[in-house]
C-alpha cells in the first residue's frame, strides 16, 4: 500500500507557490518512501506554478486535478481525498506553507507505534480545535471501515457541512470534528502543545 503526504494547491495566492520546492525537498528527506500528492485546480496552468508542474513532469510529485475552485473551504479539504483512496495506507493531510521539520517526523513515528487511527497535533495556542485539516494524518484501511457506512467517500462527508463556501469561520475543522473525531476519538493519537488540554479518551495523548 501507499504512504501519501497530501497538499491542496488552487487559486491565485503566490505564498503557496513561493513556499512549494522547499515543502517538497522537507517531505521527501523526513518521509522517505511517502508520495507527494498535490490536488489542484486549472491555476496550475498559470505561470506561477511552473516549478509545480516540473516536479510532476520529473516524477517527484503527482498531480490531482479535483474541480475549479468555487467553495473556499471545500479546496482545502482536497488534502483529504487520498484517505478514501484504496491503496493508501498512511496519509499526512499537510499544508503548503508550512515547511515540515524533524519533531513532526518525531509525533508522526509516534502516532505509527501507537496503533492509532487518527493523528492530530497543534502548535500554536491558538489551535485550541480537536482537528486542523493541515495538522492530521490518518490510518487509511482502518478509517475506510470505520467511516464506510456513514461517509463512503470523500463527497459523502464533505456535503455534511454546508458552510465549506465561506472564507472564514473554520468550517472545515469543524467538520473534521464532527464527523471524524466523534467517530474516532478512542482510536487517536494527538500531540497537544504544552498547556492545551488533552482528551483522556484517546488512544495516546502527548503534550
Known amino acids: 500500500m501507499i504512504n501519501v503526504a497530501s497538499f491542496a494547491l488552487f487559486g491565485e495566492r503566490q505564498l503557496y507557490y513561493d513556499c512549494f520546492p522547499a515543502v517538497v525537498r522537507a517531505v521527501m528527506n523526513l518521509y522517505p518512501g511517502y508520495e507527494i500528492w498535490v490536488h489542484h485546480d486549472s491555476s496550475i496552468e498559470h505561470d506561477r506554478a511552473k516549478l509545480v508542474r516540473a516536479f510532476h513532469d520529473a516524477d517527484l510529485i503527482k498531480l490531482w486535478f479535483y474541480e475549479e475552485t468555487k467553495l473556499f473551504y471545500r479546496s482545502h479539504f482536497w488534502r483529504l481525498l487520498p484517505v478514501w483512496n484504496p491503496d493508501t495506507n498512511y496519509v499526512l493531510s499537510r499544508d503548503m506553507d508550512s515547511l515540515p521539520v524533524e519533531r513532526e517526523r518525531k509525533i508522526h ?8 487511527t487518527i493523528h492530530c497535533f497543534n502548535d500554536h495556542q491558538q489551535h485550541t480545535v480537536t482537528m486542523m485539516a493541515g495538522m492530521c494524518s490518518f490510518l487509511g484501511p482502518r478509517f475506510r471501515e470505520v467511516m464506510l457506512e456513514e461517509c463512503p467517500t470523500w463527497e459523502a462527508m464533505a456535503v455534511r457541512e454546508g458552510r465549506l463556501h ?16 466523534c467517530r474516532l476519538m478512542h482510536e487517536a493519537c494527538e500531540h497537544r502543545l504544552k498547556g492545551l488540554a488533552t482528551h483522556p479518551q484517546c488512544k495516546a495523548s502527548y503534550t
Open 166 to 181: 465561506e472564507k472564514s469561520g473554520g468550517y472545515d475543522q469543524q467538520l473534521l470534528h464532527d464527523q471524524v473525531w
Open 109 to 116: 513515528e509516534q502516532f505509527v507505534r501507537s496503533g492509532a
